[in-house]
């Protein structure tokens, strides 16, 4: 290490600053020792002051063991550092002061700046711990050190961390691109060829709607940025679940690496929600469950729920309408909203709907109308598991050809319903049809994505339809009733305990 | 002491006098009342019905039909349109007739009633927060544009001077209490057959000035429903002129009123004895039709639970 005059081999200075500064690094990115004290944080400080007194009475005169002393110092400083921050408050200015700086100026780096070697590096070094320091400002940056439960975001360390964490998120992503990009093409030609076809029909979401109905969750995360083989693993997460009548029943499943149950769901797996409720879920895989290693912790929650749509429409005598039209008169002239879009409820699915131009022209009984397109899509990133119910509710006086669609309807009524559905319906205004049970087990309705169809309407009583006004206005509606799962991930690694 | 006494009698006299100011003499000032592009008009009382109600609760839709026209209305009919689906209003009082006496010289305020029309909204179903219902109320009446004037008859086709008064172009935007107004009527003078008579002519463009649409005077009650009218039901005008006690040919009639006016003729086919010089003359011309005025309005409906 050292040659005949005793000085330090400029070699070995260089590899044995780099490797102080990889060990400072990790000291900081992954112990984070700053704040923490230990028996042996503490006897490592005793060390030090040892070595110094030694070197202060001058028996340690050999210069090769110079750069030992700054390293023990290097170990000690943060854990000096540590009880000052204590003393002081972590969340003072001189606490947050003092942390800050033991993170640029490691006693190592005066040590060689003192020798006025490698200056080079050392500037670079500082260089990127200023960068460091400057974004651990920034709104990500902090939030993501608040996450993580720490008093002190202004430590430079988690900009690193973040950055790390960041750039491995992002290489997931990237590696899943090609199977979603795939899968989003495959939709989207679906969409466009049921465009083309004149299939595909949109809605809105019913904009008036106060309420987000549905469950969101926020994402998962793991309690602890590392777990150790001798420590529970927990993850995280906020459900936030809204409905208006039906009762909504959520089951929460946690799985590692889709095949080890969560030992303990907190506070429990099954949540029946009445109207709004909030919930923090945590998934436990108790120690010694999840083996070293990485893990992709998963959770899923289930709910059955219900869409429903409507598209207003406005309805004329045919004759009438055509009087109207030669005389350049607009039927809807008074009419606030002329041409209504289908408004569907907020939740995962989404229901669009069609009906020809409004208004509707109604001529003599057992004439054909336009045909009523209806899309069914998921609107979610989670998956329809299955619908268990497709009710198709419309004016009474016109009636749905069930032999000439695909798709399998029966007649049906308003006590068919579901429950939380039968007080807006009256059989004396309309006819309700339902897809049968057969056409439900179809696999199209297993993890469906989009299903349009078309209901071929047969005009059977205008009259019963447009009343004693010149312009009737009815509601085409739809309600569908399905499962659907949320799901979220996160990974978490699992090391072996720390002797 | 004589003169004295006389002097003292003529102030006497001149004392008991008073003073009168010049005074205008007071005239009673009839109020025009044939003018005006309405006839029976339709409002909705504010906040009846209201924007926004509850499911399962009342509400009133109240509707003013004000007669702001010169025309009696004897059978006037109303419909109400609303979505069953959403809300219920007894079938009974979705439709009726009224009478409403209109403007006239001596009651220049035309006659004015409300009705109520009582709604009830049903359960707006799952899921649904709010849903904004449909009100629409019809009313159709027949009515009668009436258009008295005097006109200048010249038998003298030869152009002299120093006659008692010259046919012209009289117009009318401001129309006659009505929402079918005639907005110019042009008087012509023509060689008749017959070189001892003339043929007066006179030139009626007729518009509707109203934001209703017209109909036939004997399909109106049609238009409140939802049945068709036919291909002349729409936009039909008969028309009738009176010159004196004459009446006079107008073609076409019925008339189907165009979006840019309609021109319609009166003649009278005999003529008029060019002996008779020139002379001025009433001429009445009245058009019969059915009018549809309607408004709508929207309410919202909103969960009770949310």
């Known amino acids: 290490m050292a040659d005949a005059s005793g000085e330090p081999n400029p070699r070995t200075v260089f590899l044995f600053a780099i490797l102080l500064i990889v060990v400072h690094v990790a000291d900081f990115l992954f112990f984070r020792r700053s704040g923490v004290q230990t028996f042996a944080g503490l006897l490592t400080t005793l060390l030090f002051y040892t070595v110094l007194a030694f070197m202060a009475q001058g028996v340690l005169k050999d210069r090769t063991m110079e750069p030992f002393a700054w390293f023990f110092g290097m170990w000690a400083m943060p854990i000096a550092v540590g009880f000052l921050i204590k003393s002081v408050g972590a969340t003072s200015a001189l606490g947050r002061m003092v942390s800050i700086l033991v993170i640029f100026f490691p006693l190592f780096i005066f040590y060689f700046m003192r020798r006025g070697q490698l200056s080079g590096l050392l500037i670079a070094y500082l260089l990127i711990w200023i960068f460091g320091y400057g974004f651990t400002h920034a709104e990500a940056v902090q939030q993501f050190a608040g996450e993580r439960g720490f008093e002190i975001p202004y430590n430079p360390t988690f900009t690193y961390q973040y950055l790390l964490e960041w750039t491995w998120d992002q290489l997931k992503y990237l590696a899943g691109l090609p199977v979603k990009a795939i899968t989003a093409l495959k939709e989207e030609a679906e969409r466009s060829i049921a465009m083309a076809k004149g299939d595909y029909y949109t809605g809105s979401v019913d904009a008036a709607a106060q309420k987000r109905l549905g469950v969101y969750l926020d994402n998962f995360r793991t309690t602890e940025p590392t777990f150790y083989e001798d420590m529970p693993v927990t993850a995280f997460v906020t459900m936030k679940a809204e409905t208006l009548d039906q009762p909504l029943d959520i089951t929460i499943t946690c799985t590692a690496d889709d095949n080890i149950t969560a030992s303990r769901i907190l506070p429990k797996g099954l949540f029946n929600v009445i109207s709004t409720d909030q919930y923090d879920i945590d998934c436990i895989w108790n120690k010694g469950v999840l083996a070293k290693g990485p893990h992709t912790l998963a959770l899923r929650s289930e709910f059955k729920f219900s869409t429903r749509a409507y598209l207003k429409t406005y309805m004329m005598d045919r004759d009438r309408l055509r009087e109207y039209r030669r005389q350049n008169v607009d039927p809807l002239a008074d009419v606030p909203d002329k041409n209504p879009t289908p408004i569907y409820t907020s939740g995962p699915v989404r229901i669009g709907m069609g009906l020809g131009q409004q208004p509707i022209a109604l001529g003599e009984a057992n004439e054909v109308l336009p045909p009523w397109g209806i899309t069914i899509e998921n609107a979610w990133e989670g998956k329809i598991l299955d619908i268990t119910g497709v009710y198709l509710i419309i004016p009474k006086g016109i009636e749905i050809k069930a032999d000439d669609t695909e798709t399998l309807i029966v007649t049906s009524a308003c006590t068919s319903l579901p429950a939380e559905e039968q007080a807006g319906c009256d059989d004396s205004l309309v006819n309700v049809y339902e897809f049968t049970v057969g056409e439900l087990s179809k696999d199209i309705y297993k993890n469906l994505t989009t299903k349009n169809f078309r209901a071929y309407l047969t005009l059977k009583n205008p009259r019963t339809v447009l009343g004693n006004a010149p312009i009737a206005v009815q509601n085409f509606k739809v309600s569908v009733q399905y499962r659907y799962m949320l799901e979220r991930t996160v990974s978490a690694s699992v090391r072996e305990v720390q002797q | ?306």
Not at chain 2, 47 to 76: R, W
Not at chain 2, 182 to 195: A, F, K, N, Y
Not at chain 2, 271 to 294: E, H, K, Q
């Open chain 2, 1 to 306: 002491m004589r003169k004295a006494l006389v002097l003292l009698a003529v102030l006497v006299v001149l004392s008991s006098c008073q003073m009168i100011p010049f005074q205008r003499k007071d005239t009673l000032q009839v109020p025009n009342v044939n003018i005006g592009t309405q006839g029976v008009e339709v409002s909705l009382a504010p906040n009846n019905p209201p924007s926004e109600i509850y499911e399962e609760s009342a509400f009133t839709m109240l509707v003013t039909l004000s007669n702001l026209g010169t025309n009696d209305v004897e059978q006037g009919v109303f419909t109400v349109g609303y979505e069953p689906q959403y809300v219920y209003l007894p079938r009974q009082q979705a439709q009726g007739r009224y009478r409403l006496r209109g403007e006239a010289a001596f009651s220049p305020i035309g006659e004015e009633r409300q009705f109520p029309f009582v709604f009830n909204t049903k359960p707006l179903g799952a899921q649904l927060e709010r849903y904004a219902t449909t009100l629409t109320f019809n009313n159709c009446y027949p009515y009668q544009t009436r258009a008295p004037l005097n006109v200048c008859i010249d038998t003298d086709l030869t152009g002299k001077k120093g006659k008692v008064c010259t046919p012209t172009v009289q117009s009318s935007p401001q129309g006659q209490g009505a929402p079918v107004i005639i907005s110019s009527i042009e008087p012509r003078m023509l060689p008749h057959e017959d070189p001892l008579r003339i043929r007066p002519e006179f030139v009626l463009t007729i518009n509707n000035a109203g934001s209703g649409e017209v109909t036939a005077s004997s399909v109106y009650q049609r238009a409140c429903s939802g049945q068709p009218l036919g291909d002349d039901g729409w936009n039909i005008l008969e028309v009738n002129a009176l010159l004196s006690d004459t009446v006079l040919a107008c073609t076409p009639n019925p008339v189907k009123l165009k979006q840019t006016g309609t021109r319609v003729v009166c003649t009278l086919p005999e003529g008029i004895d060019t002996r008779l010089g020139t002379y001025t003359a009433p001429l009445t011309i009245t058009v019969d039709y059915g009018y549809l005025t309607s408004v709508t309005t929207q309410v919202a409906i909103v969960k009770k639970s949310v």
